[in-house]
């Protein structure tokens, strides 16, 4: 009897530690997540994740937000480069979201809940970490 109370409490531990385990590997950023533009991926949730991150800052600078449809096109790649010219310098300006673009992106505001360390977003956009 006590022995089975050990062994049922030692596998809910367990349990326990690897669901734990896996919960905190989900709120990791993905160094593995497809890079996103012209040449790369240009439809689906993270074309839609940099839509609406970039229109983070497009709000704040008091420009014109573009359409979150999950389609990469000309307004979406131009709202990237712009974003690219401000933040990483006009010489990486060419309009793909690899890591650094991803992850300042993703860094923007922290309050939007598709960003941040956190973020639904995270899995879907390039990053370094």
Not at 89 to 113: E, M
Request: proline share 4%.
């Amino acid at each position: 009897m006590i022995k089975k109370s050990i062994r049922r409490g030692l596998v809910a531990a367990a349990a326990l530690t690897l669901s734990t385990a896996a919960l905190a590997g989900t709120a990791q950023a993905s160094t593995g997540a497809a890079w996103l533009g012209y040449g790369h991926t240009t439809s689906g949730t993270g074309v839609w994740c940099v839509q609406h991150l970039v229109n983070d800052y497009r709000r704040a600078s008091g420009q014109a937000t573009i359409s979150e449809d999950s389609q990469w096109g000309p307004q979406t790649d131009g709202a990237v480069r712009n974003f690219q010219q401000v933040f990483l310098g006009s010489s990486q300006a060419d309009g793909v979201v690899g890591p650094a673009t991803g992850s300042k992106l993703l860094n923007y505001d922290w309050t939007d809940s598709a960003a941040g360390p956190n973020g639904s977003c995270q899995p879907f956009v390039p990053t370094y970490s």
